[in-house]
């Protein structure tokens, strides 16, 4: 199992005039300690995670200050960019890390962000995919042909060149079977989390993403499976429930804000569904009792809390279930140097379930059945 780490934090918390610092310095441990990635988002028009409208700008930043862990996008809504931009920006920082960068693409759900393209919304899902195929023609060198301002049809070709000859490509999934099969149709690998979504039902979406894989040719192992889990570890399981409570029901309360206002502008909320007035009135009125109870889910099944002992279970399950990484979101908390200080414990179980940990475990089996016979 791989452990890369992920933000995606309230604007609202952290040191206010340096936001992002966490970013920098977790991104630079994180790179130090054999983790396999660092995620940021795109998000707009809202505190819930408004620090990063844009990941190639902070991917950008964390190529100057990282040596070795991959950057990615997760997620990058292009539906809201033109395909050509997005290769431009993400070749030049492929160039500036050494060519370390990977982009989970996603078709948005948040109607206020279409601002920039309203007419694109309905059909956001879709236009994804072929905006995909685009950025990996150009990636790979091919001239495509646009027309220009005078309506004369143009040569278009990638400026700088990438250091990677293909862009590792992520399709992100709040949970769509649809969007699993698609991915694995077009040999992608997959970003998903356990919201609306328990880990049983997300094995059977994963068995059908690698049949997907299989059917269109690639082999089924042959592409990553990422899960975003939110996490924060220390040594004391009273103490780290203490510390992420309050922050963590914070962070959801920013997150149903979001989906309020995303349902009020008459769109859908994360998932696909949708709410009418009288339930946007009712999620209102018992917003705390719901927040309780989501906290306890995640704390109890969903997330990476508690001590390292205490989430090898989780991991186990996980690698039993078809999950390659995890993606550990770690901004949740205002406490900067707490999540620092906690990022030694995570690294404590990353070690746990490395490539070379398991091969010792694995022999041990074997020696241990040695003995027996």
């Keep these: 199992m791989k452990f890369g780490i992920m933000f995606f934090s309230s604007s609202a918390s952290g040191d206010g005039h340096a936001p992002y610092r966490l970013l920098m310095d977790a991104a630079r441990f994180a790179d130090t300690h054999g983790f396999s990635s660092v995620w940021t988002p ?61 982009i989970s693409f996603g078709a948005g759900w948040n109607v206020n962000d279409f601002v920039f393209f309203p007419e694109r919304y309905e059909g956001r899902r879709a236009l994804m995919f072929e905006q995909i195929a685009t950025v990996q023609r150009l990636w790979r060198g091919e001239v495509l042909t646009y027309q220009n301002g005078a309506g004369t049809d143009t040569q278009v070709s990638l400026h700088p060149q990438p250091v990677q000859d293909d862009l590792p490509i992520w399709v992100t999934s709040s949970g769509n079977l649809q969007t699993f099969t698609d991915a694995g149709a077009m040999g992608a690998n997959m970003l998903t989390h356990l919201i609306g979504q328990d880990i049983d039902t997300l094995r059977h979406k994963i068995a059908s993403y690698r049949d997907a894989l299989e059917a269109a040719g690639h082999d089924r192992h042959s592409r990553v499976v990422t899960l975003m889990l939110h996490t924060f570890l220390g040594t004391d399981p009273d103490q780290v429930l203490a510390t992420v409570r309050e922050p963590f ?32 009135a009712s999620n209102e009125a018992v917003t705390e009792q719901l927040l309780d109870l989501t906290f ?35 901004d949740f908390l205002p406490d900067h140097d707490a999540v620092l200080a906690a990022l030694p414990h995570l690294d404590e179980l990353r070690q746990a379930f490395s490539a070379d940990a398991m091969r010792r475990q694995a022999q041990d089996a074997i020696d241990s059945f040695t003995d027996e016979l």
Excluded at 250 to 276: C, N, W
Excluded at 307 to 318: D, G, I, M, S, Y
């Design 42 to 102: 795109e998000r707009h028009f809202h505190p819930f995670g408004g620090l990063f409208p844009n990941p190639a700008v902070t991917s950008a930043a964390l190529a100057a200050t990282t040596e070795r862990i991959q950057l990615r996008a997760g997620s990058l809504i292009s539906p809201l960019h033109d395909p050509i931009r997005i290769a431009e920006e993400w070749s030049v920082v492929d160039n500036l890390s050494g060519g370390r960068v990977g």
């Design 249 to 280: 029901r914070e962070y959801l309360r920013s997150a149903v804000k979001l989906e309020l206002s995303a349902a009020a502008g008459g769109g859908v909320i994360s998932g696909g569904m949708q709410l009418d007035a009288d339930e946007r």
């Design 296 to 330: 306890e889910r995640y704390y109890r099944t969903g997330a990476l809390m508690g001590t390292p002992a205490e989430c090898r279970p989780l991991v186990a399950r996980l690698i039993d279930s078809g999950v390659d990484e995890i993606a550990c979101l770690v």
